[in-house]
């Protein structure tokens, strides 16, 4: 099985750096596998390079309408990077009340944001980064005996030590080792123009996998008039 030591030495021998049978000091097995979790934490920022969509949920404390997300937070898990549709409160009968995500102009512009409510209607996610958590706020509060269902893209996979053993999709492997191969070199060692075109290819060929199923949308106003909106006032 792989590990990240056996990424980054692959990775290392296609531009010169090591040979078949060479192994890692301790100096570079720390610096290599600080720079190898950097380079997949930026991949994390690419909704195209996050390979699955993870749906959690959190039953939701009446009146209670926001929640710290995140490791040690009010909702105990890892931070999302963005939560996306579709989102949902189930009751205690497994009935499901869809939730529209609403971005953070739409949300201030709500006047009194502690109203309570049955169900809450509208999801804001600020992802600031406070001690590791973002917030979820609704509106309105819930009220007692609902759960929240999100959808959400977190960061990648990072490698604890050295040694981790790894369990990646199809073509992330490749895709890792090449294109850390152009991260290690750094612009000090020029690496090959195969192993830039496989850098390139392997990573596109990721995109293209995990890219949405596109959804054949309606012009506004075509299949039905407009629909009224609680935060405009119509």
Known sequence: MSTPSSIILRSLRLFGEKSIGDTLTSAEQTAYLADLNTMLESWSLDRLMVYQLLQESKALT????????????????????????????????????????????????????????SYPQYLFYDSAWTSGLGTIFLYPEPSASLTLYINSWKQLQSFATISTALSLPPGYQRAIEFNFAVEAAGGFTKVSAEVAKIAKESKAAIMGANAPAGILRMPAGVASGPRPNILIGH
Do not use: L, M
Request: aromatic share 8%.
């Open 62 to 117: 009446s009146s209670v309408g926001s929640y710290t997300i995140g490791s040690g937070g009010a909702w105990d898990t890892t931070r999302p990077n963005k939560i996306v549709d579709p989102c949902f409160i189930r009751n205690s009968s497994s009935q499901d009340t869809p939730v529209e995500i609403i971005d953070a102009q739409a949300y201030g512009s709500i006047t009194s944001k502690t109203v309570d409510g």
